[in-house]
T-cell receptor, first 114, second 112 residues
Framework: EDQVTQSPEALRLQEGESSSLNCSYT??????LFWYRQDPGKGPEFLFT???AGEEKEKERLKATLTKKESFLHITAPKPEDSATYLC???????????????FGGGTRLMVKP | DAGVTQSPTHLIKTRGQQVTLRCSPK?????VSWYQQALGQGPQFIFQ???????QRGNFPDRFSGHQFPNYSSELNVNALLLGDSALYLC???????????FGPGTRLTVT
């Protein structure tokens, strides 16, 4: 059974204090690993897709990396507006013509103080 | 370019009632998935519709059913509501079997 675990559950940073969020996963065959940002009471906002180990993607202060067992979301010099819940999800290769469901972790709640 | 839209925004129902939630996919998308997100947890997959048929289903009881219309919009129906059905219901759309899914703002359902 697919499993996605995110750590830490919550993270408090001072503005400018860089850190990393972890997403560990177990799937039979990874079709894609996705990072989303979610603000309170809103739907998840797509950030990145990673397809294979060694791949990296960057967007402003965020950088996502992928290994065979885990992904990291690195946040460089964060600002208060980066405060949100960051969700990791995996998609598995299907043998039949089934869909492309996402299996999510529990999320990391990031708070950046000025 | 309109993103994924959902209605209503908020809904309050009584235990035992039935509810219908609606979703319009992002322009150019033909696949719609529904997720349930309890407070403080990650979203859980309910089911996915493509070409007006349920293509994949998560671990949810038959009380949860859906439909997709020829214009690709979708409905989620929940019968015999339980207190535990209170959650944020999210709709996500994609193009065919493309990997990326884009989410709507969600419908907050409260069952009392």
């Amino acid at each position: 059974e697919d499993q996605v675990t995110q750590s830490p559950e919550a993270l408090r940073l001072q503005e400018g204090e860089s850190s990393s969020l972890n997403c560990s996963y177990t799937v039979s065959g990874l079709r894609g690993l996705f990072w989303y940002r979610q603000d309170p009471g809103k739907g998840p906002e797509f950030l990145f897709t990673l397809y294979s180990a060694g791949e990296e993607k960057e967007k402003e202060r965020l950088k996502a990396t992928l290994t065979k067992k885990e992904s990291f979301l690195h946040i460089t010099a964060p600002k208060p507006e980066d405060s949100a819940t960051y969700l990791c999800a995996v998609q598995e290769w299907e043998n039949n013509n089934a869909g492309n469901m996402l299996t999510f972790g529990g999320g990391t709640r990031l708070m950046v103080k000025p | 370019d309109a993103g994924v839209t959902q209605s209503p925004t908020h809904l309050i129902k009584t235990r035992g009632q039935q509810v219908t939630l609606r979703c319009s996919p992002k322009s150019g998308h033909d696949t719609v998935s529904w997720y349930q997100q309890a407070l403080g947890q990650g979203p859980q997959f309910i089911f996915q519709y493509y070409e007006e048929e349920e293509r994949q289903r998560g671990n949810f009881p038959d009380r949860f059913s859906g439909h997709q219309f020829p214009n690709y919009s979708s409905e989620l129906n929940v019968n015999a509501l339980l207190l535990g059905d209170s959650a944020l219901y999210l709709c996500a759309s994609a193009s065919g079997r493309a990997r990326e899914q884009y989410f709507g703002p969600g419908t907050r359902l409260t069952v009392t």
